[in-house]
C-alpha cells in the first residue's frame, strides 16, 4: 500500500485533456510545496515533469502543468499526444523521507 | 553528457550484504544531492535514502533503515549503497538519482539506468 493514492488507470483521446490525482495527508501533500511528478515508460527511466507542485525543468512540454489544493495534488496534461502513454507517479517530501504514489497507468485511446 | 551509471547488483541469499555503486559524470556531482530509489518488478517506485551533497545529512526509508548505509565519495564522483541483511522483500532494480537542485530531497532529474538486486536462496 503506497503512502500516496492515486488512480490505477486513465485514459483520454488525442487532443483532449486529463489530469491525475494524488491524494496525500496533511503531513506531506498537504504541508510541503514539494510534490514532484514523474513519468515512466515500460522499460524505461523515470522523468521528472513537475517539480516543487508546478514547476516545469527546462525540456518539459507546457503540456504538462501541476497543481495542489489541501491534500490532493494534481497533474494535467493537456492536448493529449500517443508518446504520452506512459505510467505516472507522485512524489512528496515528509519528514525526513520522500513518499511515493502508487502509480497512474495513461492510456491514450 | 550527464551521467549515472549503478554497478554491483547481482543474485544475494537472504541475511547477505551488497555493496551498490553510482560513478557519476557530466556534472559537479559535489554541488547535488544523491538518492537511491527502488521498482520492484511490475511494482512502483520506492525511495530508499537520501544524502546531501556534502554527506552532512543522511535519510532512510523505515523499511531500509538500520539495515542499509548510503555514502559519497565527491573525490571520485561516486555515491554509494551498503546493504546488510538483505530480505526477500529488497529485490528491485535499484536507481541512483540526482536531485535537481541544491540539496533537494523532493526532485530528482536524472536517473542511472537501475542496478537489479535479487535476493533469493
Known amino acids: 500500500q503506497s503512502a500516496l493514492t492515486q488512480p490505477a488507470s486513465v485514459s483520454g483521446s488525442p487532443g483532449q485533456s486529463i489530469t491525475i490525482s494524488c491524494t496525500g495527508t496533511s503531513n506531506d501533500v498537504g504541508r510541503y510545496n514539494y510534490v514532484s511528478w514523474y513519468q515512466q515508460h515500460p522499460g524505461k527511466v523515470p522523468k521528472l515533469m513537475i517539480y516543487d507542485v508546478s514547476n516545469r525543468p527546462s525540456g518539459v512540454s507546457n503540456r504538462f502543468s501541476g497543481s495542489k489544493s489541501g491534500n490532493t495534488a494534481s497533474l494535467t496534461i493537456s492536448g493529449l499526444q500517443a508518446e504520452d502513454e506512459a505510467g505516472y507517479y507522485c512524489?512528496?517530501?515528509?519528514?525526513?523521507?520522500?513518499?511515493f504514489g502508487g502509480g497512474t497507468k495513461l492510456t491514450v485511446l | 553528457e550527464v551521467q549515472l551509471v549503478e554497478s554491483g547488483g547481482g543474485l544475494v541469499q537472504p541475511g547477505g550484504s551488497l555493496r551498490l555503486s553510482c560513478t557519476a559524470s557530466?556534472?559537479?556531482?559535489?554541488?547535488?544531492?544523491m538518492n537511491w530509489v527502488r521498482q520492484a518488478a511490475g511494482k512502483g517506485l520506492e525511495w530508499v535514502s537520501y544524502?546531501?551533497?556534502?554527506?552532512?545529512?543522511?535519510y532512510y526509508a523505515d523499511s531500509v533503515k538500520g539495515r542499509f548505509t548510503i555514502s559519497r565519495d565527491n573525490a571520485k564522483n561516486s555515491l554509494y549503497l551498503q546493504m546488510n541483511s538483505l530480505r526477500a522483500e529488497d529485490t528491485a532494480v535499484y536507481y541512483c538519482?540526482?536531485?535537481?537542485?541544491?540539496?533537494?530531497?523532493?526532485?530528482?532529474?536524472?536517473w542511472g539506468q537501475g542496478s537489479m538486486v535479487t535476493v533469493s536462496s
Open positions: 538519482a540526482r536531485g535537481y537542485y541544491y540539496d533537494t530531497i523532493s526532485a530528482f532529474d536524472i
Open positions: 512524489s512528496s517530501y515528509r519528514s525526513t523521507r520522500v513518499v
Open positions: 557530466g556534472f559537479p556531482f559535489s554541488k547535488y544531492s
Open positions: 544524502i546531501s551533497s556534502g554527506s552532512t545529512t543522511m
